[in-house]
C-alpha cells in the first residue's frame, strides 16, 4: 500500500522558517519523482516545488524561488521542503505527492502526479 505522510506544518510568524517533511512509503522502484503543492484556503491547489527522481532536477513556483528548497533522500525515501522568510500567502495546506518516472523530469501539475498525502496545514500570521 503507498503511503505519503506529510509532517512539519503549523502556526509561524511572517518572515520565519518551516520545514516540511514526506515520507513515502509502498513503492518498491527507486525512479520515483515527487512535488509540493499547496492549497490556500477557498483557493484551488497550486504548485509549490518539484523534484526528480534523483534530486538532481527542482523547479519551483515564481511565488517562492529563492525562499524555498525541495530536497529529496532516496535512502530514507523522504522529500523535505525547507520554507524561508513565509508570508501571510503561505497559509494553506501543504500536500506532497509522487510518480514513477522513467527519466528526470519535474512534474508542476498535481494531475500528473499518483499518490498524494493527506496534508500539513500550515498558518502564517503576519
Known amino acids: 500500500q503507498v503511503q505519503l505522510v506529510e509532517s512539519g506544518g503549523g502556526l509561524v510568524q511572517a518572515g520565519g522558517p518551516l520545514r516540511l517533511s514526506c515520507a513515502a512509503s509502498?513503492?518498491?522502484?527507486?525512479?520515483?519523482?515527487m512535488g509540493w503543492f499547496r492549497q490556500p484556503p477557498g483557493k484551488e491547489r497550486e504548485f509549490v516545488a518539484a523534484?526528480?527522481?534523483?534530486?538532481?532536477?527542482?523547479d519551483y513556483a515564481d511565488s517562492v524561488k529563492g525562499r524555498f528548497t525541495i530536497s529529496k533522500d532516496n535512502d530514507k525515501n523522504t522529500v523535505i521542503l525547507q520554507m524561508h522568510d513565509l508570508n501571510p500567502e503561505g497559509t494553506a495546506v501543504y500536500y506532497c505527492?509522487?510518480?514513477?518516472?522513467?527519466?528526470?523530469?519535474?512534474?508542476?501539475?498535481?494531475?500528473?502526479?499518483?499518490?498524494w498525502g493527506q496534508g500539513t496545514q500550515v498558518t502564517v500570521s503576519s
Open positions: 505527492e509522487e510518480r514513477i518516472v522513467y527519466d528526470y523530469t519535474v512534474y508542476r501539475t498535481s494531475n500528473e502526479y499518483t499518490y
Open positions: 509502498g513503492l518498491t522502484v527507486s525512479r520515483i519523482a
Open positions: 523534484c526528480s527522481w534523483s534530486g538532481g532536477t527542482t
